[in-house]
C-alpha cells in the first residue's frame, strides 16, 4: 500500500489569497487525483493530476481557480487561488485506484478561508 | 438519477449486529468497487474494495457486488461501536475515465451498547 502525506494539514486564510497544497508518495504511482469535501458533503472530484501534462478537470473545477501540478510519479500539488469562504472545505489527494488495486488517501487539509 | 445512491440513514445497530450499507450505481463500466470508511474530521480509510460478481470477506466485513443489478453492498457483523461512522461506497470509473472514484452521500452508522 502506498503512504501519503499531505501538507499543511490545516489552514485559516485570508479571502483572496491562494494556498498550495502538496501530496507526496512513497512509492512512483501512475494515477493522483484531488478531492474536495465540503461540510457535511461526501468527496468530489476536482482533478486528475497528470504527469507530465495538464490536469484533466472535472465539470465545474477550472485550471484557473485550482492549478495542479505533477512534475513527477510521486508528487503533486493543488493550488486554491483567489480564495472565497465557498471554498472552505477539506481537500484530498489520493494515489491510484489502479486496475483492480486500492486507492489510498492523504489525510487531508482542511482550509478554512475568512 | 443519481451516479451513486446509498441508503439513507443515519442506521443504527446494537452492538454485536449485523450492520447492512447498500449502494447502487448508475455507471455500467464500473470496473471496481470500494468501501470507505471515514470517522468525523477525518480522511476516508480503506475498508476494502470488490472487483468480481459475488461476495468477499475480510475478518467482519463482507462485500457483494452484482454487477448486472448494479448493486453493492457492506455487510459489518458483530458490530462495535468503534464501527461507528461514516460508510462511503465508490465505483470506479473504466474507459477513458480509468481511476476516478465517484463517491456516495454516504450512510451514517452508529452502533450502540
Known amino acids: 500500500s502506498a503512504v501519503i502525506s499531505q501538507k499543511p494539514s490545516r489552514d485559516i486564510c485570508q479571502r483572496g489569497t491562494s494556498l498550495t497544497i502538496q501530496c507526496q508518495v512513497d512509492s512512483q504511482v501512475t494515477m493522483m487525483f484531488w478531492y474536495r469535501q465540503q461540510p457535511g458533503q461526501s468527496l468530489t472530484l476536482i482533478a486528475t493530476?497528470?504527469?507530465?501534462?495538464?490536469?484533466?478537470?472535472e465539470s465545474g473545477f477550472v485550471i484557473d481557480k485550482f492549478p495542479i501540478s505533477r512534475p513527477n510519479l510521486t508528487f503533486s500539488t493543488l493550488t486554491v487561488s483567489n480564495m472565497s469562504p465557498e471554498d472552505s472545505s477539506i481537500y484530498l489527494c489520493?494515489?491510484?485506484?489502479?486496475?483492480?488495486?486500492?486507492?489510498?488517501f492523504g489525510q487531508g487539509t482542511r482550509l478554512t478561508v475568512v | 438519477q443519481k451516479e451513486v445512491e446509498q441508503n439513507s440513514g443515519p442506521l443504527s445497530v446494537p452492538e454485536g449486529a449485523i450492520a447492512s450499507l447498500n449502494c447502487t450505481y448508475s455507471d455500467r463500466g464500473s470496473q471496481s468497487f470500494f468501501w470507505y470508511r471515514q470517522y468525523s474530521g477525518k480522511s476516508p480509510e480503506l475498508i476494502m474494495f470488490i472487483y468480481s460478481n459475488g461476495d468477499k470477506e475480510d475478518g467482519r466485513f463482507t462485500a457483494q457486488l452484482n454487477k448486472a443489478s448494479q448493486y453493492v453492498s457492506l455487510l459489518i457483523r458483530d458490530s462495535q461501536p468503534s464501527d461507528s461512522a461514516t460508510y462511503l461506497c465508490?465505483?470506479?470509473?473504466?474507459?477513458?475515465?480509468?481511476?476516478?472514484?465517484?463517491f456516495g452521500q454516504g450512510t451514517i452508522l452508529t452502533v450502540h451498547p
Open positions: 489520493s494515489a491510484g485506484p489502479g486496475l483492480n488495486t486500492e486507492a489510498f
Open positions: 465508490a465505483p470506479q470509473a473504466g474507459g477513458t475515465s480509468y481511476g476516478k472514484l465517484t
Open positions: 493530476a497528470n504527469q507530465g501534462s495538464e490536469a484533466t478537470y
